[in-house]
């Protein structure tokens, strides 16, 4: 029962400070895809949007050769296999993001870099 109420209270805390959004942006014409701490968030009213993850950053995983986005700490992804260019992969496994704007055909636009990560626990296909 204790560490019901623990898990409950950590779920409810998470759900009330961080958040990822997922609007379309007319301007560069791609999902955008964006933290409570981002650039983004000031100049959009996040109260009417709704959220898609409970996460307070942007991150890549690797599984069976593709390439998802996720919460930070979400097991599910936003979106699956996205087209990373060969020569930035390092830089998006190695990072979190405030934002990630994504075409139609799931290429990265744009990407608001948030902290560099110190381990690559989302390459999931690593040995």
Not at 2 to 26: P, R, W
Not at 65 to 93: A, T
Request: some cysteine; proline content about 1%.
């Amino acid at each position: 029962m204790k560490k019901f109420l623990i898990i409950s209270i950590f779920v409810l805390c998470s759900n009330t400070f961080a958040g990822i959004y997922k609007i379309y942006d007319n301007e560069k014409e791609c999902t955008l895809y964006f933290s409570e701490s981002s650039s983004f968030s000031k100049d959009i009213d996040i109260q009417k949007l709704k959220r898609t993850s409970v996460s307070a950053a942007l991150v890549f995983q690797k599984s069976d050769d593709r390439f998802n986005l996720k919460g930070l700490w979400s097991f599910m992804p936003l979106v699956l296999s996205v087209n990373l260019e060969e020569d930035k992969e390092q830089h998006f496994m190695g990072s979190t993001f405030e934002s990630i704007c994504l075409s139609a055909d799931k290429r990265v636009i744009y990407s608001e870099v948030g902290r560099r990560l110190f381990n690559n626990l989302n390459d999931l296909d690593r040995e």
